[in-house]
């Protein structure tokens, strides 16, 4: 047995580069690494995963610890398994599209280069940073930090379940979402499928100019990851305007599309209420070029409402009608 085990040991540093280099089809390098033997395993420190074709840049992915956790069982089936896998410190930088707009070939999550199939039960990582570098030149980049996250079941080819938490950057609020990615498309990592829900608690308006207010929504979302149509419903009970002493108790319902390799909002349609008016609107919460961070741009129109409702949110007088 001893022998055998000796023979079929997959948790070696030339094993482990050798199966991540094939996974993802790109150089991969490792610091240090030590072996574990209950539960088999190892863990590796300082991985990177190098771009493809720019060696100028950072690596693509940077990990600080990878923990891998198998079993002894998995070792003995016709397609290897891992029980688990751990990502401490993980970062992944997403170049812009090409210069003639070409999306970048970002990393194959369900591809591989010798076609061989390994099954992974459970992926997890906390503290993850995703940054998406920007198109133009002036523009910061898009950020995202994913406290948690957890795919289940990532195989060859297949869809991976998702469970996350992250933080969002403007308006920034903590976002919880679950659902389904994939099949990971490698030459376009935007037209990837994604599809589930969302809860987004604890926004703070104020960072965009003119407005404040603490905003919470819950929604759904299907259709890729850079445009996914998104439906949902909002919550503002201490919506305010700048120049008035006045907030009121707002709730919408709306329609949007997000892009999420930049996080622009594109609202197709809000219906709006507070007091006794309703306020349909359509815009924008998007970067422009040349111009820090995001901009919001909205069409307002009111469909049923009163005069003093409006004039109570833009004015320090309490009762505005009267005058």
Known sequence: MGTVLA?????????VTKAL???FARTVQIRSFRKTYFPPGCVAEGVSFQHRRRLDLPPLIAVKTLIIRGSYSG???IH???DEVEV???HILIPPPGPGGQPSSVMPLTTSTSGASITIGEIRTDGALLEFMPRHPGQEPFKLTVQHLKLDNVSEGGVITYHAALLNTEPPGEIRSEGKFGPWNENDPGSTPVAGSYTYEHANLSVFEGISGT???QGKFSGTIGHMDTNGQIDVPDFGVSGSSHSIHLDSSFQAVVD???GDVFLQNVDSHFQRTTVTSKGSVAGQHGKHGKTVQLE???STGRIEDLLFLFTEEKRPSDR
């Open 21 to 23: 280099q094939d996974r």
């Open 75 to 77: 070792l003995f089936r």
């Open 80 to 82: 290897p398994l891992l």
């Open 215 to 217: 905003l919470a929504s």
């Open 260 to 262: 999420g390799t930049n």
């Open 7 to 15: 023979c079929k040991w997959p948790y070696t540093q030339l094993a």
């Open 300 to 302: 307002m129109a009111v």
């Open 88 to 90: 401490k410190g993980l």
